[in-house]
Structure formats: C-alpha cells, structure tokens
C-alpha cells in the first residue's frame, strides 16, 4: 500500500535527452539523473528536475521493492544525510548535486 502511494506522488519523469543538466532547458528547470543504490548492491536510476523536491527522491525510493523500510539518502562526497523538510523540500537543485549522481 505504501509503495502504490509513492507511486502515485512521484512527478512526471522528465525526458532523457543528450543535453540534460543542471542547467535549465529551454522548457524550464534543468534535470539531474539520480541513482540509488539498493542493499542488495542493485541499482536503480531515475531523472528529476531540479525543481523536484527531495521527497520524489525518497518516494522513488520508497516505491522500490528492494528498499527496506528505514533508510537515508546519503551524499557520497562530501558525505552528507539527505533529510525532507516539511512540505518535500528542500528542491534537488539547492543540494549541490551533480548532473548525474548516486545516494
């Protein structure tokens, strides 16, 4: 139930195109490409913009069958916990990640 209710809240992923970036597409927000790693050593990848909040991250993550019930999303370099404020935020494009990156 809880995973089908993640689902439903995720944004709209946005297209994958040779010029996607932090920086903003003519259309908009720029869009960043995040990769989670599962317990299990699997990955799963997924393209935000970043105007999305944090909490689609978590959602995705959420929605994976793999992730266990508690977990954070953590920064490589500099190592660093990925918390939701209230209300979703804080928007991936103010956490200094990069283009492509893995939590």
């Known amino acids: 139930m809880r995973r089908r209710a993640c689902l439903d809240r995720l944004p709209p992923e946005p297209?994958?195109?040779s010029s996607s970036s932090l920086s903003p597409s003519?259309?908009?927000a720029g869009t960043l490409s995040v990769v989670l790693r599962m317990p299990?050593?699997?990955?799963v990848e997924r393209r935000f913009l970043t105007s999305?909040?944090?909490?689609?991250?978590?959602?995705?993550a959420y929605s994976s069958?793999?992730?266990?019930?508690?977990?954070?999303?953590?920064?490589?370099y500099p190592r660093k916990e990925l918390?939701?404020?209230?209300?979703?935020g804080p928007a991936l494009g103010t956490l200094g990640l990069g283009p492509k990156c893995a939590l």
């Open 65 to 76: 069958e793999q992730v266990p019930n508690h977990f954070s999303l953590v920064m490589g």
């Open 26 to 28: 003519p259309g908009g």
């Open 83 to 88: 918390r939701c404020e209230e209300g979703g």
């Open 52 to 60: 999305d909040l944090l909490q689609s991250v978590y959602d995705f």
């Open 15 to 17: 297209p994958s195109s």
């Open 40 to 43: 299990g050593g699997e990955r």
